[in-house]
């Protein structure tokens, strides 16, 4: 049994003792490298004196307090919002590229291909700037229609990723598209695209911080107003270390999140194969007698 552990297979080569041994020697010195350059960052911390008290201490007071956690909720907000609009109008551009009418599935082609090229940013100052709308409901408006655009690709690609088989049953039974697409397509289709869901949503909850470019209060732009002031020695590096674990923290979250559902869809009974019982001393084969 060894040795087969080392033969080809039909995708590459199963690596030797030599390789595996490279491989390892490979993944210790990349590791040592990170190490290295970890402890070389702290020393810097160190020696520019980031870790005194002077520079920490504003963090103590309430007024700092409040104020990043107002950003923190302002941001949470922003991500909500967008979130929620985000999917409801991925919804609608997949439904409309999906379409059955031409001009629809044309408009909404248009419209997708239109946002998912455009820059996020430039479409938070045109709402913001040309369209004078007020800062939150301009990082929304863009956040909205980028997302929202990906968003619909993730669902038209979903719904056509269920075999042909089922809609073509589905119709002969006598169901309508409309009927077809909620009870047999959908379904099947949601839980495939769960993780791709979660991961845009990942990408939403980070773009939340351009907001601080159109002077929305959300949580990097508290971070900004405490390391500018001077009367605090522009803490500067310390409003980083605070604020960059947490905006990692919420994104490794969603991103566990979405690896939690894979994972849990590939457990779901209903997506593992069924056991078939294994023959029975005595079992004749067809035409056998």
Not at 11 to 40: I, M, N, Q
Not at 212 to 230: C, D, P, V
């Amino acid at each position: 049994m060894k040795a087969l552990s080392h033969e080809s297979t039909a995708l590459y080569d199963v690596p030797g003792p030599k390789t595996e041994r490279r491989h390892k020697l490979y993944g210790l010195l990349s590791t040592l490298v990170l190490l290295a350059l970890v402890g070389w960052l702290v020393y810097l911390l160190f020696d520019t004196d980031q870790f005194t008290a002077a520079k920490w201490t504003p963090f103590e007071y309430k007024g700092i307090q409040e104020l990043l956690l107002k950003g923190l909720g302002n941001t949470l907000k922003a991500f909500a919002v967008s979130a929620v609009l985000a999917l409801a109008l991925g919804c609608l551009l997949a439904m409309g590229r999906l379409s059955e009418h031409r001009p629809v599935r044309w408009v909404a082609t248009l419209l997708v291909e239109f946002f998912r090229a455009m820059p996020v940013l430039v479409m938070i100052f045109f709402v913001f700037v040309a369209l004078k709308v007020q800062p939150l409901p301009a990082l929304v408006t863009g956040l909205t229609l980028y997302n929202g655009s990906v968003l619909a690709e993730v669902f038209r690609s979903g719904v056509n990723s269920v075999e042909r088989g089922q809609r073509e049953a589905a119709y002969a039974l006598g169901m309508r598209k409309t009927q077809v697409m909620t009870h047999v397509l959908v379904p099947q289709a949601v839980r495939a695209m769960l993780p791709a869901i979660i991961s845009q949503l990942v990408v939403a909850l980070k773009d939340t911080s351009l907001g601080y470019l159109i002077t929305y209060e959300e949580f990097l732009h508290a971070g900004k107003l405490i390391a500018s002031n001077l009367d605090y020695d522009l803490p500067f590096i310390p409003v980083v270390l605070v604020i960059s674990p947490i905006y990692i923290g919420m994104c490794m979250l969603l991103s566990w999140f979405a690896q939690w559902v894979s994972k849990r869809q590939r457990r779901n009974p209903k997506t593992e194969a069924a056991d078939v019982a294994s023959a029975e001393p005595g079992t004749l084969l067809p035409g056998r007698q």
